[in-house]
């Protein structure tokens, strides 16, 4: 990669304000009411119910099952079991792209992990369904279940994450820890996290011949729709995806699951509509998690507390049959500016369901740890932990050198900083004590999150009344994609979002891409800006050419697009509305269409990144341990802002997420046969109202002229990502006592300080 700085390249155009319209969600009122239906919701006529039936083990083989038992239960119709599953057409053990992980589907009678599904019962009613899975009684072969450090497999990994290299140098660490005059280390641990989602995995599958139609919560429509169409040999085509709402994705709605290809499966079998809706138990194995991690953290500091080097080491736990490891040491690629860094990751294979992305992945553990680290370093060179941050500012990408696209992190430090007030902070901990005599601590942390975009295409239709269709198959998993993806069509239109029609969650619309790696606004949106651009400029050439409209003469160039009207842009007031446009000239209607399109040569050449600082303040208890996250202040900058609401719903949603990660969440398998013994919402614990502190989310402006034409980063992740270390260093400077080990427990911090 060069280092020399690139020439500015010519920007894009800009667009309107730097910040859109606060409009309200275009989904709200319907979920508010009831009214939005979501995959259980759908009771096609015939239906049968599935019940997955799941490994109480973690390790070893189901040597027998009351097979007969459960068919004979009432209302029981069918049971699968390895010994009579129908075959799929693709290799379930082997990998199926990016996203595609090896799955259990009943291809043998292992146990991999405990709630791995071992049988499938199909029944007239759930009740049957239920009562016929328990009748199996499995009886296992069991083997001692690895579930720890003390007995997982290390191994070397080929990748972390999706595809990234399990270790990534720059510059040279010997010579920067030699050049150090202290050497902070520290290890930390984070715990195995489940998505939780408000809605359970779930499908309803209808067969009509090689036809598949499936209602299911999905982040990924088009892609899944293949994956789908390989498991059961038809065409891609063939299958139509439904997933008009998702009560929450957070990563685990973008991979295929066993539990749904089972289902698949057994409508296709029984020539009957299967419906399968996991437990919340059940979520606990085959649909993915965040996954554990050891982190070792040295960072070296000179005499002015400038970095000169940092190495981040993650051991990251997996299953023993999928490689999906939680990035976490690459956090520590991207933050700031050292002049060596080292980043590796280590596998660890464990009884366990594989992990996959979570909200964050990578980022939320692993500046969680070296937040924390930043705040030991800073204050072993007697520095205020901003004043530090500030010291290591990179004012360029570490590592490749290359300029940021744009970089308001000064802004957000500075305004994070005055709104909660951070001056004259002690540097000292226990100094603060509130009127109770509970101690008072202040934290913060720097977020961030890079810019990933997916191909996406869309759909513009413009109708001879004026108003437009736009078509796109986006998923809006509470994020308020429909909502931002229309304004932003509705903008290239030059109509009100009100004019807009907006098509999306069905597969057989233009492939939205993944709505996943806080990239759908932008990927989505960039192909509906195009495709409204698309129909717009189509428009001016009809109106162009045609001597008896006002608009003859001035060429696409020369138009603007506004209020349902074309203007001429040398004379605003020489214009002429759609309607009439289209009607003169003998159209019913215009389509266009538009894609993801970015300039190549921008994304080389510009290190694209969101920001933000996060300010927090815990009190504790002194004699009782117990802390409450009282005040969280974020101040981010994402680029253009299209629906400052919803983001900042967004920035509220991740440092909620941050408070549950640093306080509260923590999936625990018993040591004694790996069985996670918290898989319910009463005891894996998530902040409910009263641990939500006072939030504020600021939006820092940021004009970025080069991540994209629309100026659009992505808010859906970063949130997270400075929240968590930033209450941990609250925590230590409320008490003194430095935990290392996530989620901070009232017993880490009794007999401390
Ligand atoms: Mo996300 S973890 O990119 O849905």
Known sequence: MSLETPAPLTPYPRHGSNSGQPISRRDGELKVTGQATYAADNHPPGLLYAVTAVSSIARGRVAALDVAAAKAHPGVVEVITPANRPPLSHDPDVKLGMFGFRI???????????????????????????????????????????????????????????????????????????????????????????????????????????????????????????????????PGENVLIRSPFLGG?????????????????????????????????????????????????????????????MHHHSLAATSSFEDFLEPAANASLHAYASPAILSQTEGLRLDIGTPGPMRAPGEASGSAALEVAMDEAALACGMDPLAFRLKNFAETEPGTGRPYSSNALRECYAEGAKAFGWAGRPLQPRQMRDKDGLLVGWGMGTALFPCPHFPAEARATLRADGTALVETAGVDMGQGAWTALAQIAAEALGLDPEQVEFRSGVSDLPDAGVAGGSGHTASAGLALHNAGQNVIARLAELAGADPASPLFGAGNIGVVAKGGRLHRRDDEGRSESYADILARTGQTELVGTGRMARDEEAVQAWAMYSHGAVFAEVKVDPDLGMVRATRLVGAFAAGRIINPKLVRSQYYGGMIWGVSFALQEAAIADPRTGRIMNADLAEYRIPVNADVPSLEAILVPEDDRYVNPLGVKGVGEIGITGTVGAIANAVWHATGVRVRRFPIQIEDLLGGG
């Open 249 to 309: 994705g957070f990563g685990s709605k973008a991979i295929l699951n066993g539990p749904q290809i089972l289902a698949i499966l057994a409508a296709r079998h029984m020539r009957r509509p299967v419906k399968l809706v996991l437990s919340r138990a059940q979520m606990y194995g085959p649909v993915g998690h965040r996954g554990r991690t050891w982190q070792t953290l040295r960072l070296g500091v000179d005499g002015e507390g400038r970095l000169t080097a």
């Open 104 to 234: 259990e589907v009943l291809q043998d009678d292992k146990v991999r992990y405990a709630n791995q599904p071992i049988a499938l019962v199909l029944a007239e009613s759930l009740e049957a369904a239920v009562e016929g899975a328990a009748l199996l009684r499995p009886r296992y072969e069991v083997e001692p279940a690895r579930t720890g450090l003390g007995n997982g497999d290390r191994y070397a990994p080929a990748a972390v994450g999706v595809g990234a290299p399990p270790r990534t140098a720059f510059g040279d660490l010997d010579a920067g820890f030699a050049a150090a005059d202290q050497v902070i280390e520290a290890e930390f641990t984070t715990p195995a996290q489940f998505h939780n989602a408000m809605e359970p995995h779930a499908v309803v599958a209808q067969w009509d011949g090689d036809h598949l139609t499936l209602d299911m919560p999905n982040q990924a429509l088009v892609m899944s729709r293949e994956a789908y169409a390989a498991y059961f040999g038809v």
